[in-house]
């Protein structure tokens, strides 16, 4: 555990860094030609993404499932892997965290009544394309709808990957223009899909246009990329989220197999360039549904400077429901983190309600039992160890009547 390595690039030296595995030396067959340099680019890891059965050959042994699951579901929700996931995966374990994110899995060819194919109603909530607004404060601004990875999981399923929504270039400038003239927008985040799927160019002029604007306050940037193609991190793309900075990326890792020596440099220079980093974990039954699993998840990711800020409940989208746990599986875990790491390793446990409820947030109630007293009521609280202790709630009025005695 203890120790350090450096990764130097020819442009950029982060500094030494906690030693992860390093995507590139872990690289399966099919990649053992590439050399340093050509991994280290993000165009040739989105180039040479893996998208059919063959391509996974020489990478992993594919299940039964996995290869049906290919045939059946790949038209439905497109399947890309960059090199750097796919070196991260279990070449012989089908129930590898890494793997059940970005394979086909035959669950997603089961389809169920209470499933909705827009389970938030962004669709709904949308005043112009490109824009929900569903919190008075909060709009949720969509720049892309490509991803280098397509998670299993993905609840935006209906519309990332599908090249007829795109969003074009006037849907940019009509979202820009709705924010501008909306000064209750105070708070934006820029989505997708992943908005690092833009060029620096693009994103440079979204960002840009979204700090000259008066009454936002606050930029997040939700992005997989730091997990799925930490390549596409560069000094440029740095220098572009320094010059409007402070931005609050959020990413995503769900699982401590996806943290790499590559992630880790990538979250270094996004620190160093200003940035606030929080994570967004979804709950995905089989992947990260064990106490340990999160508990040494957020651990690796303090260390990285980056907060667990959510741990999301699947949601009600079509053809994910075998990720989904049970509310009560959340629950157990908050109370296992809570007291065994630091409270900046807890992160909120929130359902995000179908119908565009928006979200709300679970905690394991601690409250076992009350009785009255003179002073007020006494709870009975429990810890995280399961021991009892009481608290005397105090009722001031009756404080107040005692002291005029
Ligand atoms: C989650 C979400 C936000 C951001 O919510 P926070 O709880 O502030 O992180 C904003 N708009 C929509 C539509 C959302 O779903
Ligand atoms: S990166 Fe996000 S939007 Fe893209 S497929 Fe994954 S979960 Fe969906």
Request: hydrophobic share 30%; no cysteine; net charge negative.
């Given at each position: 555990m203890a120790g350090s390595t450096r990764v130097s690039t020819q442009r950029f030296d982060p500094g030494p860094l906690p030693s992860l595995p390093s995507s590139y030396e872990r690289r399966p067959r099919r990649f053992e030609h590439i050399d340093a340099q050509t991994w280290e680019s993000w165009h040739w890891q989105h180039q040479n993404r893996l998208r059919r059965p063959e391509h996974f050959e020489d990478v992993l042994e594919l299940s039964a499932g996995e290869r049906e699951a290919f045939q059946k579901s790949a038209q439905r929700f497109r399947v890309a892997v960059t090199p750097h996931y796919a070196a991260l995966m279990s070449g012989s374990n089908p129930g590898c965290g890494v793997r059940q994110q970005g394979l086909p899995q035959p669950g997603e060819l089961r389809n169920y009544d209470f499933e909705l194919e827009d389970p938030l109603a962004e669709e709904a909530h949308m005043p112009v394309p490109g824009i929900t607004h569903r919190y008075p404060d909060r709009v949720l601004f969509y720049v892309s709808h490509h991803c280098p990875v397509y998670c299993r999981h993905c609840t935006r399923k209906r519309k990332v990957s599908d090249p007829t929504t795109a969003a074009a270039r006037d849907q940019l400038a009509q979202g820009l223009e709705y924010i501008r003239t909306?000064?209750?927008?105070r708070d934006v985040v820029v989505s997708g899909g992943d908005p690092l799927t833009l060029s620096d160019e693009r994103l440079g002029e979204v960002l840009r246009a979204l700090r000259a604007i008066d009454h936002v306050e606050v930029i997040r940037l939700g992005t997989r990329n730091p997990v799925t193609?930490?390549?596409?991190?560069?000094p440029e793309l740095c220098e572009i989220l320094r010059e409007v900075r402070p931005v609050y990326v959020h990413t995503h890792f769900n699982?401590?197999?996806?943290?790499?020596q590559e992630s880790a440099r990538a979250l270094r220079m996004l620190l160093d360039a200003g940035c606030v980093l929080g994570n967004q974990m979804v709950l995905l039954r089989g992947v990260n549904d064990r106490p340990e699993t999160v508990m040494e998840l957020n651990r690796q990711l303090l260390r990285l400077g980056c907060r667990p800020y959510y741990m999301l409940q699947c949601d009600?989208?079509?053809?994910?429901?075998?990720f989904r746990t049970p509310l009560q599986t959340g629950l157990t875990i908050m109370k296992h983190l809570r007291g065994r790491i630091g409270g900046m390793g807890v992160p909120h446990f929130v359902v995000d309600l179908p119908g565009g409820g928006g979200k709300v947030e679970l905690v394991p109630d601690h409250i076992v039992s009350t009785r009255e007293s003179p002073w007020g009521q006494v709870v009975a609280f429990s810890n995280s160890e399961g021991e009892r202790f009481e608290f005397v709630d105090v009722d001031p009025t009756r404080l107040e009547r005692d002291d005029e005695r």
């Open positions: 909306t000064p209750t927008a193609l930490p390549q596409r991190i560069t699982h401590p197999d996806e943290l790499s009600m989208a079509q053809g994910i429901s075998h």
